[in-house]
């Protein structure tokens, strides 16, 4: 089984550009979070998506938002990026998400997006 | 108020030895639940174990286990017969809120920087 996948690995930005991270989950699942990690703030939930609609929001500017299509592959973008914006972004799959029971909280995670604003 | 507090930034432990890293947490929810995370130094995020708030017996996955105390709002994670591969930041996170209301979130705390020497 394919493990969750972010593309790219890797990107450089400068500030006031906006840029568009992609995640594709583990086949079969349905659920799609995404966070951002950074030295000072640690890990922060932005948001999660399941069967398409956005599910839950952590405490983001509306710079920050996201989509997820019919094959549950998510998309995350970043509107004028600022120098804080750098960060490794994760995302992460699971059957039902948050709000699922038993080994279906168990979340996969990619192996992220390393976002650096010049 | 620290939503998940992890008192040990960094912690060095003989290999073989078992090692205990510790995390409180804080809600008003009544339904929560509790995860451990791995992060090894390439980045990506290993699940390790889950504890829903009502389950009567503490969660166990091979040589994890999670000493969930109720009461004192603890959830331990303990490592038996430490291996040198659990040289990794270990983060303990809660998942909290109410999906008709949107508000699901999972919170991480800073994480512990566990070495073990062989």
């Known amino acids: 089984k394919a493990g969750v996948t972010q593309t790219p690995r890797y990107l450089i930005k400068t500030r006031g550009q906006q840029v568009t991270l992609s995640c594709s989950p583990i086949?079969?699942?349905?659920?799609v979070s995404w966070y951002q990690q950074t030295p000072g703030q640690g890990l922060q939930f932005l948001f999660e998506?399941?069967?398409?609609?956005?599910?839950n929001k952590g405490n983001f500017p509306g710079r920050f938002s996201g989509r997820q299509f019919s094959n549950s592959r998510s998309e995350m973008n970043v509107s004028t990026l600022e120098l804080g914006d750098s960060a490794l972004y994760l995302c992460?799959?699971?059957?039902?998400?948050?709000?699922?029971?038993?080994?279906?909280?168990?979340?996969?995670f990619g192996p992220g997006t390393r976002l650096t604003v010049t | 108020a620290q939503k998940i507090t992890q008192t040990q930034p960094g912690m060095f432990v003989q290999e073989k030895e078992a090692v205990t890293l510790d995390c409180t947490y804080d809600t008003s929810d009544p339904s929560y639940g509790l995860f451990w995370y791995k992060q090894p130094s390439s980045g990506e995020m290993i699940f390790l174990i889950y504890?829903?708030?009502?389950?009567?017996q503490n969660a166990t996955e091979g040589r994890y286990s999670l000493n969930f105390q109720k009461a004192r709002k603890s959830a331990n994670l303990v490592i038996s017969a430490s291996q040198l591969g659990d040289s990794a930041m270990y983060f303990c996170?809660?998942?909290?809120?109410?999906?008709?209301?949107?508000?699901?979130?999972?919170?991480f705390g800073t994480g512990t920087r566990l070495t073990i020497i062989p």
């Open positions: 992460a799959s699971s059957s039902a998400g948050l709000a699922g029971v038993g080994s279906s909280y168990e979340q996969y």
């Open positions: 996170a809660m998942r909290e809120g109410n999906i008709n209301f949107g508000n699901e979130k999972l919170t």
């Open positions: 086949s079969g699942h349905r659920s």
């Open positions: 998506y399941f069967s398409e609609t956005q599910r």
């Open positions: 504890q829903g708030s009502y389950d009567q």
